[in-house]
């Protein structure tokens, strides 16, 4: 059964950090990409940064330089290290598998405000 269960949002002042994890109950988890996504009020779901199974990070332009993406596979834990906060950044963020699966957690809610 598939689970994925994160949390580490919260309220972040910009120019602060934040940290997301993502418990992930994913068959084979060690084989797939693993990525984070956000969807901010009114917009599409997007993809902010993908790590490859074998630990190769991509990122979009927009959180490029100050977000991190990593992955504990004997844990089956995806990290997000989020840097930089702005208050572009609040959106409610998802880990999924890259492509990802039709199923989605419940996301964190991150907010980035003085």
């Known amino acids: 059964q598939v689970q994925l269960v994160e949390s580490g949002g919260g309220l972040g002042q910009p120019g602060g950090s934040l940290r997301l994890s993502c418990a992930a109950s994913v068959p084979s988890f060690r084989l797939y990409d693993m990525a984070w996504y956000r969807q901010a009020p009114g917009k599409q779901r997007e993809l902010v940064a993908r790590i490859t199974r074998g630990g190769i990070t991509n990122y979009a332009d927009s959180v490029k330089g100050r977000f991190t993406i990593s992955r504990d596979i004997a844990k089956n834990m995806v990290y997000l290290q989020m840097n930089s906060l702005t208050p572009e950044d609040t959106a409610i963020y998802y880990c999924?598998?890259?492509?990802?699966?039709?199923?989605w957690g419940q996301g964190t809610q991150v907010t980035v405000s003085v």
């Open positions: 999924n598998r890259d492509p990802s699966l039709s199923f």
